[in-house]
């Protein structure tokens, strides 16, 4: 990284690794927005509702992987900006031996939750069914996502961006195939498209290995000395990512808890659907966020702490824009969207009336996202924490369990906007705290 190249043009440097990251996130949505639709298609609306009502077993995973990765890179970033690369190099290693170890522990933990979670949720035999052939599959496939995203932190880091963007077009392009293969010629439903994903991220993880056996400079696989402290370190710079990951996951459950009491399986079939949007949404957000993590890192470890301050703020203005792009383009496509996974008119009814309330969540949600991601890359982590807990667990559970009662299921579609509008005041808060003490500098 070049610390005047990034003073003289940060629009450009933002864009070099952002955009890459970006495309790799978005492109890990379309595996999921096309899983959906083959499970729409070739198993009905009870698969993607199978799929949903799981979705707290990955953001778990998710959660655990992102703490210690996010929390590494981010220590990783501030060291190799301090010029000590030896460091910066142990910690790679040991926080990839970290991720693998505690998502497969995790893997035999949570086949015991399995048949609690459907039992809470009063699914029906076919969602049961659904539920245990795609996840358990998954369970082995998780671990393996989870690595492949640390090892992209680790490879932007490093400089290159597109090269992990090109893996995840391959991971992509594979994962759509299979699905297709396995869901239309061989006829094995959700399992089929569970065993897609876990052919696909296989794959990936040998054109990884590849990289970092062959063509990386700084970040070099090898042994290492475990640390205690570093461990501690990173999960703690970490936690508000874990806690976002975890918030997400509880307030997941919590709404297909709801829905399944107040409306049924056809209420969180409509409320996937619509989540499709916000994935592809929020998987721009994290991409912004992960691309402009390291240069925050590497720019606040090199004492320019405004500069730091200034690559979040251009940050914040294009995750917003982006975010009113995608309401537009919404808007103006959601009768059409609507009976894209589907063919049912109460669902398709639901996705309708529902989309727009949904989305003006978007023009608050990034701005929250990004501050948080940027108080983790500065090392910040008891505001970056409160933000993703505010946002992701405490403000939105109060919603999710008051609104729907008040509202019905127009209620579940406020949950979202009401929750991040709170939330960005919280941020505003910490910012002008932030505000203060650069000026006593």
């Given at each position: 990284?070049n610390?005047?190249?990034?003073?003289?043009d940060?629009?450009?440097?933002?864009?070099?690794?952002?955009?890459?990251?970006?495309i790799?996130?978005?492109?890990?949505s379309?595996v999921?927005?096309?899983?959906?639709?083959f499970?729409?298609?070739?198993v009905?609306?009870?698969?993607?509702?199978?799929?949903n009502?799981?979705?707290?077993?990955?953001?778990?995973?998710?959660?655990?992987?992102l703490?210690?990765s996010?929390?590494?890179?981010s220590?990783?970033g501030?060291?190799?900006?301090?010029?000590?690369?030896?460091t910066c190099n142990q910690v790679?290693r040991?926080?990839i031996v970290?991720?693998?170890?505690?998502?497969?522990?995790?893997g035999?933990?949570?086949?015991l939750f399995?048949?609690p979670?459907?039992?809470?949720?009063?699914?029906?035999?076919?969602v049961?069914?659904?539920?245990?052939?795609?996840?358990?599959?998954m369970?082995?496939?998780l671990?393996v996502?989870?690595v492949?995203s640390?090892?992209?932190?680790f490879?932007?880091?490093?400089?290159?961006?597109?090269?992990?963007?090109?893996?995840?077009?391959?991971?992509?392009?594979?994962?759509?195939?299979?699905?297709?293969?396995f869901?239309?010629?061989?006829?094995?439903g959700?399992?089929?498209?569970?065993?897609?994903s876990?052919?696909?991220?296989?794959?990936?993880?040998?054109?990884?290995?590849y990289?970092?056996?062959?063509?990386?400079?700084?970040y070099?696989l090898?042994r290492?000395?475990?640390?205690?402290k570093?461990?501690v370190?990173?999960?703690l710079?970490?936690?508000?990512?874990?806690?976002?990951?975890?918030?997400?996951?509880?307030?997941?459950f919590?709404?297909?808890f709801?829905i399944?009491?107040k409306?049924?399986?056809?209420?969180?079939?409509a409320?996937t659907?619509v989540g499709?949007?916000?994935?592809?949404f929020?998987?721009?957000?994290?991409?912004?966020?992960q691309g402009?993590?390291?240069?925050i890192?590497f720019?606040y470890g090199?004492?320019?702490?405004?500069?730091?301050?200034?690559?979040?703020?251009r940050?914040n203005?294009?995750v917003?824009g982006?975010?009113?792009?995608?309401?537009?383009?919404?808007?103006?496509?959601v009768?059409?969207?609507?009976?894209?996974?589907?063919?049912?008119?109460?669902?398709?009814?639901m996705?309708q009336?529902?989309m727009?309330?949904?989305?003006?969540?978007?023009?608050?949600s990034?701005v929250?996202?990004i501050?948080?991601?940027?108080?983790?890359?500065?090392?910040?982590a008891f505001?970056s924490?409160?933000i993703?807990?505010?946002?992701?667990?405490?403000?939105?559970?109060v919603?999710?369990?008051?609104?729907?009662y008040?509202?019905?299921m127009t209620?579940?579609?406020?949950?979202?906007p009401?929750?991040?509008l709170?939330?960005?005041?919280?941020?505003?808060f910490?910012?002008?705290?932030e505000?203060?003490?650069?000026?006593?500098?």
């Open positions: 990284m610390l005047e190249q990034m003073k003289q940060t629009a450009k440097m933002i864009g070099q690794f952002s955009i890459p990251a970006i790799s996130m978005l492109l890990t379309l999921t927005i096309a899983d959906g639709f499970i729409g298609n070739y009905g609306k009870e698969g993607i509702a199978a799929v009502l799981g979705l707290p077993i990955i953001y778990l995973y998710l959660g655990v992987g703490m210690v996010i929390g590494g890179v220590i990783a501030r060291v190799l900006g301090a010029g000590d690369r030896n790679f040991q926080t970290t991720t693998l170890v505690s998502s497969t522990l995790l035999g933990v949570m086949l399995f048949q979670m459907m039992s809470v949720l009063r699914a029906d035999g076919r049961i069914g659904y539920f245990q052939d795609y996840y358990e599959i369970l082995l496939t671990p996502m989870v492949n640390s090892f992209g932190m490879i932007r880091s490093e400089g290159y961006p597109r090269y992990y963007m090109k893996i995840s077009m391959l991971d992509v392009l594979l994962n759509i195939f299979l699905d297709y293969v869901a239309d010629w061989f006829h094995m959700v399992a089929g498209i569970g065993l897609a876990l052919l696909a991220a296989l794959v990936s993880l040998i054109c990884i290995l990289f970092f056996m062959r063509k990386a400079k700084v070099r090898g290492f000395r475990f640390s205690g570093m461990c370190q990173s999960i710079n970490g936690s508000s990512e874990f806690i976002g990951e975890m918030s997400t996951g509880i307030a997941m919590a709404y297909n709801v399944m009491r409306v049924g399986t056809d209420g969180v079939t409320f659907i499709y949007v916000a994935y592809v929020s998987m721009v957000v994290v991409g912004f966020g402009t993590s390291p240069l890192s720019v090199a004492r320019e702490k405004m500069l730091a301050s200034d690559i979040r703020k940050t203005r294009y917003f982006v975010g009113l792009a995608v309401f537009l383009l919404m808007a103006a496509g009768k059409w969207y609507s009976g894209v996974f589907v063919q049912n008119d109460r669902v398709e009814g996705i009336s529902g727009l309330i949904f989305m003006t969540s978007f023009f608050f990034g929250n996202a501050t948080s991601f940027y108080f983790t890359a500065t090392g910040q505001p924490a409160v993703s807990a505010s946002r992701g667990l405490v403000i939105l559970l919603c999710i369990f008051t609104l729907p008040l509202f019905g209620g579940v579609w406020l949950a979202a009401v929750t991040e709170v939330t960005l005041g919280i941020t505003l910490f910012l002008r705290i505000n203060f003490s650069f000026r006593e500098l």
